[in-house]
């Protein structure tokens, strides 16, 4: 099963969470629509309770790797670009730990808008050590640590901009 269908979703909790609840069946750039669907997903879990939202990532993240693993045993393909339970993961990472700045305001779309590019470009891209990661680490580990480390590249990006415009 190279390229799962929905009704093989419904049928495997593996296949639903590791493609992201459909989101990551889109015939182009699942990655992409899978962390704009979780980011989608978790803004209002984060507006309306920041420690359910706290705890939603820590389960999603401890989860996470048996989540893809099995996800990509069951499609046949190690990292199969519709498994973007990473990318929920790493995006809502990148959310969690955005300036405080970021929840309130005028300005709160543009950090969110920047959260999302950032971490798509440095999950695309893969700089050093995240392509590194992405070849040598295999399993289900080894597809979630790659988008945990564009998550806090993205992180590190955003609090280089936030701090140097503080000042």
């Given at each position: 099963m190279a390229n799962p269908t929905w009704s093989d979703l419904i049928k495997?909790?593996?296949?639903?969470?590791?493609?992201?609840?459909?989101s990551g069946l889109a015939p182009k750039a699942p990655g992409t629509f899978g962390t704009l669907f979780g980011t989608l997903l978790f803004i209002p879990i984060i507006l309306w309770s920041p420690l359910l939202a706290w705890a939603l990532?820590?389960?999603?993240?401890l989860a996470g790797s048996w989540i893809c693993g099995r996800a990509a045993e069951l499609s046949g393909e190690h990292d199969h670009g519709g498994i973007v339970w990473d990318e929920f993961v790493g995006v809502w990472l990148v959310l969690?730990?955005?300036?405080?700045?970021?929840?309130?305001?005028?300005?709160?779309?543009w950090w969110w808008l920047a959260?999302?590019?950032?971490?798509?470009?440095f999950d695309i891209l893969k700089p050093w050590p995240i392509g590194w990661v992405d070849q040598r680490v295999s399993g289900g580990f080894g597809i979630m640590l790659d988008d945990v480390l564009a998550a806090l590249f993205a992180l590190m990006g955003i609090w280089v901009f936030y701090i140097s415009v503080s000042f």
């Amino acid at each position: 099963m190279a390229n799962p269908t929905w009704s093989d979703l419904i049928k495997s909790p593996a296949l639903m969470l590791g493609f992201g609840f459909g989101s990551g069946l889109a015939p182009k750039a699942p990655g992409t629509f899978g962390t704009l669907f979780g980011t989608l997903l978790f803004i209002p879990i984060i507006l309306w309770s920041p420690l359910l939202a706290w705890a939603l990532f820590i389960i999603a993240l401890l989860a996470g790797s048996w989540i893809c693993g099995r996800a990509a045993e069951l499609s046949g393909e190690h990292d199969h670009g519709g498994i973007v339970w990473d990318e929920f993961v790493g995006v809502w990472l990148v959310l969690l730990l955005l300036p405080t700045d970021a929840w309130q305001g005028e300005h709160q779309a543009w950090w969110w808008l920047a959260a999302f590019a950032l971490f798509r470009l440095f999950d695309i891209l893969k700089p050093w050590p995240i392509g590194w990661v992405d070849q040598r680490v295999s399993g289900g580990f080894g597809i979630m640590l790659d988008d945990v480390l564009a998550a806090l590249f993205a992180l590190m990006g955003i609090w280089v901009f936030y701090i140097s415009v503080s000042f």
